[in-house]
């Protein structure tokens, strides 16, 4: 705080004693409230190993990304960090003061950087971990943009033409005696539903939505829809295959950064959403406090890829740990963005036959009604 105030050219006229905020709101009366995006922290991860490698101080690296930072929520929290180690603190606590923007990982590894006296290769390892999960969420965000797009679009188009468009066209048909065919029938009772119960069936299902959301803060619903998902043909083993990529990055970082082994669990047992295998690893963890091997424990739950448990028996057996979770951690990441295109390729020309489906019955049942009265005329 003082340094802030001095790096301002300000001096205090008088100081008031404040209660202590709640850090776990993600900030303090100098800090910014909210955190960061991930691109932010993966640039300003970068920045800092890449001046802290050059052989710049932390003080003064952090003052050079503050000072040339074009976004003022980053160069407030960077100011933040900086005012906390200028008062004697260390790097690892000033990050601490902001979890919503430093997660454990970030923490745990630099506090191993410093105590081991390689902070600037422990931030380069930090920067490329990163950078490698924004490149991640990026590359699945924009796989998976485009078919969400197509599949609102398609589902409007349809709602549309029910709605819409097939009663004013069959309803010419009305005046006639004739009876119109079941296709006919059929699809003028779809239309007349959403024409009357459509915004109510939307919010029926908005609110089935929230509804769900709330059960999923019931630890024991949420676990048990995660071992549900795990079980699904697909979508169960991209979770998976998703999950232990991330875990076996975060493990990987903090191997190699220093941290020790039940810490290194601990914390990279965090980034794993899915419920189950978030347990099986609390599980091994508490077996490897007992003196068994870290492949054997993960093993016993079943719930891990027989590839990433073998990789990190050799690891094991080879005293190469770090590198051989970098390496499972390389093919579990292959893997999931091989399913997710594989997925997505599927996918595409499957709405593209449901949609020609859809329309082709729209179209019968339009035009039956006008072949009938054909043959009725001839």
């Given at each position: 705080m003082r340094q802030q105030l001095r790096d301002q050219g300000l001096s205090p006229l008088s100081v008031t004693e404040a209660r202590e905020r709640d850090q776990r709101g993600g900030g303090t009366a100098i800090g910014p409230r909210r955190g960061i995006s991930g691109a932010d922290l993966a640039l300003f991860s970068r920045q800092l190993a890449t001046l802290v490698q050059s052989g710049m101080p932390v003080e003064e690296a952090l003052r050079a990304i503050a000072r040339y930072s074009e976004k003022a929520r980053l160069q407030k929290l960077v100011l933040a960090v900086?005012?906390?180690?200028?008062?004697?603190?260390?790097?690892?606590?000033?990050?601490?003061?902001?979890?919503r923007t430093f997660p454990e990982i970030y923490v745990a590894t630099v506090r191993a950087g410093e105590q081991s006296g390689r902070l600037g290769g422990v931030l380069e390892r930090l920067a490329d971990y990163t950078e490698e999960r924004q490149d991640t969420r990026g590359s699945v965000t924009a796989a998976l943009a485009y078919p969400i797009i197509l599949t609102v679009a398609a589902l409007a188009i349809v709602i549309a033409l029910l709605a819409y468009v097939v009663p004013q066209v069959v309803g010419v048909f009305d005046t006639l005696d004739a009876e119109l065919p079941l296709l006919t029938q059929g699809l003028l009772a779809l239309s007349g539903f959403l024409r009357d119960w459509g915004p109510l069936t939307l919010l029926i299902l908005i609110g089935a939505v929230i509804g769900f959301r709330l059960a999923l803060r019931s630890p024991g619903f949420r676990y048990r829809f995660h071992a549900l998902m795990l079980r699904a043909p697909v979508i169960g083993r991209l979770l998976r295959d998703?999950?232990?990529?991330?875990?076996?990055?975060?493990?990987?970082?903090?191997?190699?950064?220093?941290?020790?082994?039940?810490?290194?669990?601990?914390?990279?047992?965090?980034?794993?959403?899915?419920?189950?295998?978030?347990?099986?690893?609390?599980?091994?963890?508490?077996?490897?406090?007992?003196?068994a091997a870290l492949s054997r424990s993960l093993e016993t739950s079943g719930r891990f890829p027989p590839m990433f448990l073998h990789l990190i028996a050799i690891g094991e057996e080879s005293g190469q740990l770090d590198s051989m979770l970098h390496r499972a951690a390389d093919y579990q990441e292959r893997a999931t963005k091989t399913t997710i295109s594989l997925l997505v390729n599927i996918f595409e020309p499957v709405l593209i036959l449901v949609m020609g489906v859809v329309v082709l019955l729209i179209v019968l049942a339009i035009l039956l009604p006008i072949f009938e009265l054909n043959q009725l005329v001839g």
């Open positions: 900086r005012a906390r180690v200028v008062e004697g603190h260390s790097l690892a606590a000033g990050f601490a003061e902001f979890p998703a999950d232990t990529g991330r875990f076996a990055r975060t493990l990987s970082i903090l191997a190699s950064s220093g941290v020790p082994v039940l810490e290194a669990l601990s914390i990279a047992s965090t980034v794993i959403g899915n419920r189950p295998l978030r347990h099986a690893v609390e599980r091994a963890a508490a077996q490897v406090r007992e003196g």
